[in-house]
Each structure stands twice: as C-alpha cells, then as structure tokens.
C-alpha cells in the first residue's frame, strides 16, 4: 500500500463507497417493491443483498483502518477517511432498514397502505440518499445543503402519518395492527432520511472543515406537536 501514492488509494476507497451505495439503493428499492407491489417482490434477493452490503461495509472499513495505520494521513485526506468511515456506517443502517421495511410485508394489509403516502416517502428517502452520495463524489456543498433541506419534508410526512394514525387507531372497528404496521414502515423511511441528512453532513465537513452540529433528537417532539396542530 505505501507504494502507491495517497490519492489513488483514497480515490480506491471511494469508489468502493460509491458501489456500496448502489446496493444499498438497489435494496431499498426492492423492499418498497415488495410492500407496494408484494406479488412482484423477491424476498430471498433482498436478504441476500443485505449479506453482502454487511460484507462490503465491514470490508471498506477495516482498508480505511489499514489506510489510517499504514498511510497516517492528515489534514483534508484524513478528513476524507473519516467522512468515508462515518458515511459507511450509515449506508449498512440503511440496509438494515430497508431489510425491515421488508420483514413488515407478511403483515401488511396493501389496500389499507394506499390510504397512506408511503410511495412518496420512499421516493423521498431515495432521493437525498442518492443526492447526499453525490455531493460526497462531487464535493458539492450546495447539494449537500439541499439535503438537509429535503429531511424537513419526509419529517412532514412521517408526522402526517404519526397524525392519521393517532386519530382512526381509536375507533375500535379497525384493525388496530396495521396502524402499528403503518407506523413503523414510515418510521423506518423517516429515518433512511435521517441517515441521508447525516451523510450530507458528513460531506459539508469534508467541503468546509466545520462539523455541523445535529438535531435529530428533536423528531419526537415534533410528533408530538403534531399532534396538537
């Protein structure tokens, strides 16, 4: 590894970054196959996917800690090491949503999902993950700006949800577990989102040397406000 010159191995580890990314986004979208459209889903592939997105996470980091160790980078290359780092560990927590997101189809009731806006949230989550990954190739901190901005409108959405459910789940003639189902699916999405935010974060480090600060433990009150709107 020492023979080689910095940039190429950190240009290796990105691209390795990149094709994790693309699983991840093939996996996702396989899962909200699966819950939209159950009669066209492949449940064996996506668990299969899942294996080795896990693989390739662990993989990418033991060469970042290979690279740390041998290399000991500085400045703005060990900058892009740790964003690397950081952003695999959120693209594996995505996997492992989308995984989730999958093991609740057995008990969806997919006529009583159309009533909630779960295509749109998927598309959403898919969107900033595929733009928080861009602006990470590209540096680009105006796309990694916007985002941050996109996380507030799947937080809408999933508080839209957190609402509809809190209002019909008290009429006792409805079955009370597809609203738990309900919950938890746009639950899941809501924080794919949050996992997106993070990596465009991670990237507005990158690009500008300044950790931004998060709010994620805000989510719940602003459920809870919701509520009372």
């Given at each position: 590894?020492?023979?080689?010159?910095?940039?190429?191995?950190?240009?290796?580890?990105?691209?390795?970054?990149?094709?994790?990314?693309?699983?991840?986004?093939?996996?996702?979208?396989?899962?909200?196959?699966?819950?939209?459209?159950?009669?066209?889903?492949?449940?064996?592939?996506?668990?299969?996917?899942?294996?080795?997105?896990?693989?390739?996470?662990?993989?990418?980091?033991?060469?970042?800690?290979?690279?740390?160790?041998?290399?000991?980078?500085?400045?703005?290359?060990?900058?892009?090491?740790?964003?690397?780092l950081k952003i695999n560990t959120d693209l594996e927590r995505i996997g492992d949503?989308?995984?989730?997101?999958?093991?609740?189809?057995?008990?969806?009731?997919?006529?009583?999902?159309q009533d909630f806006r779960f295509e749109r949230m998927g598309g959403v989550a898919?969107?900033?993950?595929?733009?928080?990954?861009?602006?990470?190739?590209?540096?680009?901190?105006?796309?990694?700006?916007?985002?941050?901005?996109?996380?507030?409108?799947?937080?809408?959405?999933?508080?839209?949800?957190?609402?509809?459910?809190?209002?019909?789940?008290?009429?006792?003639?409805?079955?009370?577990?597809?609203?738990?189902?309900?919950?938890?699916?746009?639950?899941?999405?809501?924080?794919?989102?949050?996992?997106?935010?993070?990596?465009?974060?991670?990237?507005?480090?990158?690009?500008?040397?300044?950790?931004?600060?998060?709010?994620?433990?805000?989510?719940f009150e602003k459920l809870i406000q919701s509520l009372k709107d």
């Amino acid at each position: 590894m020492a023979d080689r010159p910095v940039h190429e191995h950190i240009k290796d580890l990105s691209n390795s970054l990149v094709i994790l990314s693309d699983k991840v986004l093939r996996n996702f979208t396989s899962a909200m196959d699966a819950l939209l459209n159950p009669e066209e889903s492949s449940g064996e592939d996506i668990r299969l996917a899942d294996g080795e997105i896990d693989a390739s996470e662990v993989r990418l980091e033991e060469q970042c800690l290979v690279f740390l160790a041998l290399q000991q980078p500085v400045a703005r290359d060990l900058r892009t090491i740790i964003t690397i780092l950081k952003i695999n560990t959120d693209l594996e927590r995505i996997g492992d949503l989308a995984v989730h997101i999958f093991e609740r189809v057995p008990d969806v009731d997919h006529l009583f999902l159309q009533d909630f806006r779960f295509e749109r949230m998927g598309g959403v989550a898919k969107e900033m993950v595929q733009k928080s990954i861009q602006a990470f190739v590209n540096q680009d901190r105006r796309l990694a700006e916007e985002v941050c901005d996109m996380d507030e409108d799947l937080d809408t959405m999933h508080r839209a949800v957190f609402k509809k459910v809190s209002a019909e789940i008290r009429d006792t003639s409805r079955d009370t577990n597809q609203y738990i189902v309900a919950m938890s699916v746009s639950r899941y999405i809501e924080r794919i989102g949050d996992h997106a935010t993070r990596i465009a974060r991670e990237v507005l480090y990158l690009v500008t040397g300044e950790i931004v600060r998060h709010t994620e433990g805000s989510s719940f009150e602003k459920l809870i406000q919701s509520l009372k709107d």
